[in-house]
């Protein structure tokens, strides 16, 4: 499995937010925040977005002409959950991996998005390969070298993966992302619909370098974990035996307050890259926004850093990297 950072094909994406899942009031702002994300991304690269035909037309007009728009039937936005996670083989033949969408363990429904990856494999031209685990790519974080970092929380969940050892989900995942060394974070289960996906607690900035969130709430579940991962990290070694260099990037202390909820995402981690450029929220917090720009522009210092409001997307319980999935270039 490439980097993300690795040149791409093409980005995926679904603008498939419903009412039945979104709510009314949140449906139109999520609508703007996915054609904002993939109009940002479009600047760089080709951005394909699936799309519903009832929705073609909302979608043309929402995204415009540089996004290309792929009608099939879909439940959600989320594609880094629900489309394939593409690898390459020894000859540089695509292919991609379907991890079995089922729904964050059966917390949504997903008939039809449990469809995304193999679609997805297919209009890529891409061999899918079907694996044996229930995960979601939102859960994996790799550096293209052999490394990975994988929260336990989701992915030996027993709503993904019931008596499926640690070792075993080791073999499965090095065999079918060429990986040599997981490093587990525990994350934490039953706080967010994902169970606690790695990418919105750290991320690869290139090969030996991640960027890892810090929670500052002290009242926020949030606030422990955080802790104990960038303890982990800091003590960690890499599939080559690099100790890690690990950046802190503190999420925000305060967020705009109409889309506020419960389930709003604030952390900068879940930003995405693309050919070019860094796509990464901001939440109206102006010296953290301006902090997660500071840091990311001297990680990524060879990309343009593009900051989006997606406070719709957040409130729904994502963020940027969540609605996308790259395609590696041949």
């Given at each position: 499995?490439?980097?993300?950072?690795?040149?791409?094909?093409?980005?995926?994406?679904?603008?498939?937010?419903?009412?039945?899942?979104?709510?009314?009031?949140?449906?139109?702002?999520?609508?703007?925040?996915?054609?904002?994300?993939?109009?940002?991304?479009?600047?760089?690269?080709r951005v394909n977005m699936l799309v519903r035909e009832e929705d073609r037309e909302i979608a043309a007009r929402l995204c415009g002409p540089s996004v290309s728009l792929v009608v099939r039937s879909i439940d959600d936005?989320?594609?880094?959950?629900?489309?394939?996670?593409?690898?390459?083989?020894?000859?540089?033949?695509?292919?991609?991996?379907?991890?079995?969408?089922?729904?964050?363990?059966?917390?949504?429904?997903?008939?039809?998005?449990?469809?995304?990856?193999?679609?997805?494999?297919?209009?890529?031209?891409?061999?899918?390969?079907?694996?044996?685990?229930?995960?979601?790519?939102?859960?994996?974080?790799?550096?293209?070298?052999?490394?990975?970092?994988?929260?336990?929380?989701?992915?030996?969940?027993?709503?993904?993966?019931?008596?499926?050892?640690?070792?075993?989900?080791?073999?499965?995942?090095?065999?079918?992302?060429?990986?040599?060394?997981?490093?587990?974070?525990?994350?934490?289960?039953?706080?967010?619909?994902?169970?606690?996906?790695?990418?919105?607690?750290?991320?690869?900035?290139?090969?030996?370098?991640?960027?890892?969130?810090?929670?500052?709430?002290?009242?926020?579940?949030?606030?422990?974990?955080?802790?104990?991962?960038?303890?982990?990290?800091?003590?960690?070694?890499?599939?080559?035996?690099?100790?890690?260099?690990?950046?802190?990037?503190?999420?925000?202390?305060?967020?705009?307050?109409?889309?506020?909820?419960?389930?709003?995402?604030?952390?900068?981690?879940?930003?995405?890259?693309?050919?070019?450029?860094?796509?990464?929220?901001?939440?109206?917090?102006?010296?953290?926004?301006?902090?997660?720009?500071?840091?990311?522009?001297?990680?990524?210092?060879?990309?343009?850093?593009?900051?989006?409001?997606?406070?719709?997307?957040?409130?729904?319980?994502?963020?940027?990297?969540?609605?996308?999935?790259?395609?590696?270039?041949?």
């Amino acid at each position: 499995m490439p980097d993300e950072g690795a040149p791409h094909a093409a980005t995926w994406m679904a603008f498939g937010a419903s009412a039945a899942i979104w709510g009314g009031k949140l449906l139109p702002v999520a609508r703007e925040n996915l054609a904002g994300i993939a109009k940002a991304i479009a600047a760089y690269e080709r951005v394909n977005m699936l799309v519903r035909e009832e929705d073609r037309e909302i979608a043309a007009r929402l995204c415009g002409p540089s996004v290309s728009l792929v009608v099939r039937s879909i439940d959600d936005v989320w594609m880094r959950d629900t489309g394939p996670v593409f690898v390459r083989d020894s000859t540089g033949q695509l292919g991609a991996v379907g991890f079995n969408f089922n729904g964050w363990g059966n917390k949504q429904r997903h008939a039809l998005d449990a469809g995304v990856a193999e679609h997805v494999a297919r209009a890529a031209n891409a061999t899918f390969v079907k694996a044996g685990l229930v995960l979601e790519g939102g859960g994996i974080e790799v550096d293209g070298e052999g490394t990975a970092i994988i929260t336990e929380s989701c992915v030996l969940n027993p709503n993904r993966n019931p008596g499926v050892s640690r070792d075993a989900c080791e073999a499965e995942l090095s065999c079918l992302l060429g990986l040599d060394k997981i490093i587990w974070l525990p994350g934490i289960a039953g706080k967010d619909i994902t169970d606690g996906h790695t990418d919105f607690y750290a991320r690869f900035a290139g090969p030996g370098v991640v960027v890892a969130g810090l929670e500052p709430d002290s009242s926020s579940f949030d606030h422990a974990v955080t802790r104990r991962h960038l303890d982990l990290l800091h003590g960690a070694v890499d599939a080559k035996g690099r100790r890690l260099d690990v950046v802190v990037l503190q999420g925000p202390s305060t967020v705009r307050p109409k889309h506020g909820t419960k389930d709003f995402a604030a952390g900068y981690i879940n930003f995405y890259v693309c050919n070019g450029a860094v796509i990464a929220p901001e939440f109206g917090d102006a010296a953290a926004d301006r902090n997660a720009r500071d840091v990311l522009r001297e990680l990524f210092a060879d990309r343009e850093i593009i900051q989006l409001n997606i406070d719709g997307i957040a409130a729904g319980g994502g963020g940027i990297h969540c609605t996308t999935q790259q395609q590696p270039r041949p």
